[in-house]
Every structure is written in C-alpha cells, then in structure tokens.
C-alpha cells in the first residue's frame, strides 16, 4: 500500500511552519486549483486536499493531534488513503462525501482533433469541414440508459442515499464514514433492464460532419474550441466542446514572425546598380517593388499592410523584403567583355593585376 501523504507536504511547508505560513501557502495554491478558475477534476481534488489539510493545521487543537499521530495512524495502523484522515478529524462529511446522490446528469467529454492548414488559409482563415468519430445520445432510449418502457429505479444497494455509510472506532471516538455507493456510483439509481442499444449509457457511437470557421492570422500550435461539437452529455447534461489544435504547412516565399512576414528576393547586379521596378508575388498578389540605384545586397524594404492579420482585431502586419544580389556565374564572350570595360573604366583593372594593394574596411557588426 502507497503511503499516505503527509498534510505539511500537500501544502508544501515544513513541520514548524507558523500558521502565517501556513495561510499564504493554501492560498496560493487555491488561487490556481479553486473550481471556479481550474475545471480539471484532478485539480479539483487536488484542491479538497489542500482544503482539509489547511483547515486541520489551522486549527491548533486539531494540528497538535495530527502531530501526534501523523499519516501513520492511531496505534500505528496505517490510515488507507488521505479521505481516512479527513473522516477522522471531520466524520464523513468532508469533501462531498456525505451530500446526498449526486445527479446522474454530466457534461460531455471534450474531443481532441488535429487540423493541417496551408500557410495561405493561416493567414487569411478558412472553413474546415471535418468528420469525427464521437458519442450520440442514443434514439432507443433517448438517452436515459434503459430500455424503452422501463425507467431507472432506486438503488437497492443504498436506498436512494448514493452513499454506504459505516461506522469505526478512532482515537477521537465513534466516527461515522460514507462512501459512494459502488451500485449506483453515486446517483442512488440504478438501471435493471438496461437499454439494448447503449448498454445502459445512454450514448453510442456515431460518425459526425462539423463545419468551423478557422479565423485568420492563427498560429502553429493554436487551440481552437468549438462549442457544443464533443460527445454528447449524459441524462440530458450538455454536449462537450471540440479542441481544434492548429498545423501550419511552411510556406516556400514566407517566414512569419508574429504579424509579420519576411521574404527574400533575388535581383540582378544590373537591377540593384541602376535602380527600376520589380513585380514580386505577395499573398495578395503581385505588388510593385522600387528599388534605389546603387542598392547593396541585404537592404530590407517594407510593403506596409501586406503582411499577417491581427486575430480578432483589425490590421495587418507588414511584408520586409531582404534583397540579395546574384552574381552572374555563366557569362557569354559579350558579357564578360562588357564587365572587364565596365573595371577599367572604374579603375579597378583587369583582375587586378598591377594596381596597388586595397585597403580593408573595419566591419559592422549588428546585435
């Protein structure tokens, strides 16, 4: 059997923490477990823990008892798990043990899919029409898990309580415990003649088409929610939510960087010497681009308003252009001809044979 946790070790403090220490770290942790800002059940538990563990060493009489007996027990018999321990300073009542049957109404589960978009449909969103694989409320039975012209009765096992109460002896006296009922789980109904077509659970599965509308400017790695698109909800309880995870293809032109997109393009010498206009492909479409004469190769331009949308907001990012000028490596008689005139006439000569040695230029270096 797992030891059961030490209650100074779900609050994460230590054995002679002053009850100052002892508050802030219960609410720190509440801040970030409390049901009403954290729907995972497991936290949920996590925060009844930490719920009985604060109110017990809170408590001096109750933390001087604790002290003396620990997660060992009374006599050194082992407690069974931290409930154990709850029920002995609390009785059965603490954490939801002793409320009454618990609805047999649930929300759906949540689905998880993957969806693979093009670099263009991330920018500029897209409509996604899917088939998934979920649970339907079943027609049969209409969702109530037993078989038409029968209903759910009472438990025979609890009563209807939806909890097994028991009594034990502690070092504190006569302790009443209560346990979900194992019949029913809880509900204090059970189901005798269970629905042919579900088994009793009141959904099946079933193949689904949903369509969405993917917003434009999402990103690699984006969560998408979409409501009411899970499996469907138990006894009537609310379907559950379809969790869109987002895949961008890479784009052959593009890198983005936030709103913002960055491509280069390839000019000649000739362009970047003597300046003019180019038409380069944007996700818009063609769009003019001024170069300056005498350009060096690495000036970035911008296309202000071309680059990715603001999700949800209005604006766009914009497009910077790195230029990178080839150098021609295939030249014909003519070509060459034309470069070596082109090197006499500005005194660079002819491979550079005879001219006086060049000097160096310290570099740039940029952060």
């Known amino acids: 059997m797992a030891a059961v946790r030490d209650l100074y070790e779900i609050l994460g403090i230590d054995r002679d923490a ?3 220490e002892i508050k802030a770290a219960y609410r720190k942790l509440a801040r970030t477990l409390h049901p009403d800002v954290n729907a995972d059940p497991a936290d949920q538990e996590r925060f009844k823990e930490i719920t009985g563990a604060y109110e017990i060493l809170s ?7 604790y002290d003396e007996f620990g997660a060992a027990g009374p006599q050194g018999a082992p407690f069974g798990d931290i409930q154990d321990i709850f029920d002995m300073f609390f009785g059965g009542g603490f954490g939801g043990r002793s409320r009454g049957p618990r609805s047999r109404v649930r929300r759906g589960e949540d689905l998880r899919i993957r969806v693979r978009l ?14 998934i694989e979920r649970l339907a409320v079943c027609e049969r039975c209409g969702g109530n898990g037993a078989r038409p012209g029968t209903s759910a009765v009472t438990c025979r096992t609890c009563g209807g309580a939806g909890e097994v109460q028991a009594v034990r002896r502690s070092i504190f006296g006569t302790v009443m415990t209560a346990t979900p009922c194992v019949a029913c789980g ?3 109904e059970e189901i005798p003649d269970p629905c042919e077509g579900c088994g009793g659970d009141g959904r099946v599965p079933t193949t689904a088409t949903v369509t969405f509308d993917v917003p434009a400017g999402v ?3 984006m969560d998408l929610r979409v409501g009411g698109e899970g ?12 969790i869109v995870g987002i895949e961008v293809e890479p784009s052959d032109a593009f890198v983005r960087q936030g709103q913002d997109l ?11 010497t003597l300046g003019g206009e180019v038409d380069v492909e944007t996700l818009d479409g063609p ?3 001024r170069i300056e004469s005498g350009t060096e190769s690495g000036t970035v331009l911008r296309l202000k308003g071309k680059g990715v949308p603001h999700l949800q907001r209005r604006g766009r990012g914009d497009l910077f252009v790195t230029l990178h000028i080839v150098t021609p490596r295939d030249l014909s008689k003519e070509e060459r001809t034309l470069l070596q005139r082109f090197a006499e006439i500005r005194d660079a000569g002819a491979g550079g044979n005879g001219a006086a040695p060049r000097a160096l230029r310290r570099p740039e270096y940029r952060p």
């Not at 499996?231 to 379809?242: E, T």
């Open 186 to 188: 809880g509900t204090g």
């Open 118 to 131: 093009t670099f263009p449909g991330s920018v500029f969103g897209v409509e996604q029409r899917l088939e």
């Open 287 to 289: 769009e003019r681009l």
């Open 262 to 272: 960055h491509g280069v393009l390839d000019v000649s010498i000739t362009q970047a």
């Open 231 to 242: 499996n469907a909800g138990v006894s009537g309880g609310s379907a559950g939510d379809l």
């Open 219 to 221: 990103l690699e790695g």
């Open 18 to 20: 002053p009850p100052s």
């Open 59 to 65: 408590d001096p009489a109750k933390r001087r008892r």
